[in-house]
């Protein structure tokens, strides 16, 4: 069977967040997906099968941590409609059927792909206690994304306090169903971002993700209403970085990137 690795939310190789997609005649078991995602050890790993014609998608699709299933996630996504997209397996928008609904992958100029999101509903809710010590930072605002998401959304003082944290996992992960996001003004808006974050998952196996699609659905809104424009840059202040341009449109969030294929493989077992 046949594995890529998709660097996404990049134009360049070594950058932006990994993930391994598998286009496949049907999904096998799950401790079989699972024993795959474990061993390509990235983010995630993304399984598709193809869907008879003239029902409402096109493709299954579903995502993987090195430990668990997830029900949504943006750089696998991308990842995969980048290798429908560039192999001639699809042509086109390319709607998948996955744990969130269908969601909707469109090719753009130069090798952009657009994601069309549920965008997270935020609430605001009070600091938990024992956050800012283990985050290493006092945030200015916390606010929950929903159960779709399932992140503690953070607002922090600024770019500069994003850019260096360095927070203690395991006492975040009591503190999210699925993980930290901590996000601020970007410093300086010429420079080509709106706003930056990071990402911190533990409770499914990633520490810190390079580029999380997903919490931009939650981002989105929350910085569109602070700075009175639908669409934005955001950039994921990770070790390898990368940028997400962002659109919001009421109930739904775009979210778009391009993605490079850097290994193209057999899996032999």
Same mark, same amino acid.
């Given at each position: 069977?046949r594995?890529r690795i998709?660097d996404?939310?990049t134009?360049?190789?070594f950058?932006g967040?990994?993930?391994?997609?598998?286009l496949?005649?049907a999904f096998?078991g799950d401790?079989r997906l699972?024993?795959i995602a474990r061993e390509?050890?990235h983010?995630?790993t993304a399984?598709?099968?193809?869907?008879?014609?003239g029902g409402p998608?096109?493709?299954a699709?579903r995502?993987?941590t090195p430990?668990t299933?997830?029900?949504l996630c943006g750089?696998?996504t991308?990842a995969?409609?980048?290798?429908?997209?560039t192999?001639?397996?699809?042509?086109g928008?390319v709607?998948?059927?996955?744990r969130?609904?269908v969601?909707?992958?469109?090719p753009?100029?130069?090798?952009?792909?657009t994601?069309d999101?549920?965008t997270?509903?935020?609430?605001?809710?009070?600091v938990p206690?024992?956050?800012?010590a283990?985050? /290493?930072a006092e !945030?200015v605002?916390a606010? *929950?994304t929903? @159960?779709?998401v &399932?992140?503690?959304?953070l607002e =922090?003082a600024?770019?500069?306090t994003?850019?260096?944290?360095?927070?203690?996992?395991?006492?975040l992960?009591?503190?999210?169903?699925?993980g930290?996001?901590?996000?601020a003004?970007?410093a300086?808006?010429?420079r080509?971002?709106?706003?930056?974050?990071? /990402?911190?998952f !533990?409770?499914?196996g990633? *520490?810190?993700? @390079?580029?999380? &699609?997903?919490?931009?659905?939650? =981002?989105?809104?929350?910085w569109?209403?602070?700075?009175?424009r639908?669409?934005?840059?955001?950039l994921?202040a990770s070790?390898?970085?990368?940028t997400?341009?962002?659109?919001?449109r009421g109930?739904?969030t775009l979210?778009?990137?391009r993605?490079v294929?850097?290994?193209d493989g057999e899996l032999?077992v």
């Amino acid at each position: 069977m046949r594995i890529r690795i998709v660097d996404a939310f990049t134009d360049r190789p070594f950058a932006g967040n990994p993930a391994g997609v598998m286009l496949l005649d049907a999904f096998p078991g799950d401790d079989r997906l699972q024993d795959i995602a474990r061993e390509v050890n990235h983010a995630e790993t993304a399984f598709a099968h193809r869907l008879p014609e003239g029902g409402p998608a096109d493709w299954a699709l579903r995502w993987f941590t090195p430990v668990t299933e997830v029900a949504l996630c943006g750089h696998a996504t991308l990842a995969t409609a980048h290798i429908l997209h560039t192999t001639g397996a699809h042509d086109g928008p390319v709607r998948f059927e996955t744990r969130s609904g269908v969601l909707v992958a469109t090719p753009g100029a130069g090798g952009s792909i657009t994601l069309d999101f549920p965008t997270a509903p935020l609430t605001p809710v009070a600091v938990p206690a024992g956050v800012a010590a283990a985050l /290493g930072a006092e !945030p200015v605002a916390a606010f *929950d994304t929903g @159960p779709q998401v &399932g992140d503690l959304l953070l607002e =922090l003082a600024d770019e500069q306090t994003v850019r260096g944290l360095s927070p203690d996992h395991k006492a975040l992960a009591a503190h999210a169903a699925r993980g930290i996001i901590a996000t601020a003004r970007a410093a300086d808006p010429a420079r080509g971002y709106d706003f930056v974050s990071r /990402g911190f998952f !533990p409770n499914v196996g990633i *520490d810190e993700d @390079p580029v999380t &699609g997903s919490a931009h659905t939650a =981002l989105a809104p929350h910085w569109s209403a602070r700075l009175g424009r639908p669409d934005l840059t955001g950039l994921q202040a990770s070790r390898r970085s990368g940028t997400v341009r962002t659109g919001l449109r009421g109930e739904r969030t775009l979210l778009t990137g391009r993605a490079v294929t850097v290994i193209d493989g057999e899996l032999l077992v």
